[in-house]
């Protein structure tokens, strides 16, 4: 075996981050699952109130961006380790605009 392979294999480091993944890949998994949770209910709460929920909006946009700090530590792209090793990521303004020729459920303009 190649040398650079041997030490790789005897890296302490790298043995701890493959830990680090499979747990923050658990922890992916069950966050998708509160995505899709939130989802229903966001859904449920428009069919009733006729809007979606304010603070269930920050809070899912804090999980997607949870989630994407979680694939980039996965596949290398992030060498931080998601949140609680480094802060809850902010969850933006809640939902995101694209203009003002966006248009809701009824074919109306949004704003």
């Not at 979680?70 to 992030?78: E, K, P, R, V």
């Amino acid at each position: 075996m190649d040398e650079k392979v041997v030490n790789n294999l005897k890296s302490e480091s790298r043995w701890l981050r493959l830990v680090f993944m499979v747990v923050f890949g658990v922890v992916a998994y069950l966050s998708a699952f509160l995505v899709m949770l939130i989802a229903i209910v966001q859904a449920v709460h428009g069919f009733i109130m006729s809007e979606p929920n304010d603070r269930l909006l920050k809070f899912s946009a804090g999980v997607n961006q949870y989630i994407f700090q979680i694939a980039g530590f996965l596949t290398y792209n992030s060498d931080i380790k998601p949140y609680p090793f480094s802060d809850w990521p902010a969850s933006g303004q809640g939902r995101a605009s694209s203009g003002s020729d966006e248009k809701d459920l009824s074919g109306r303009n949004s704003d």
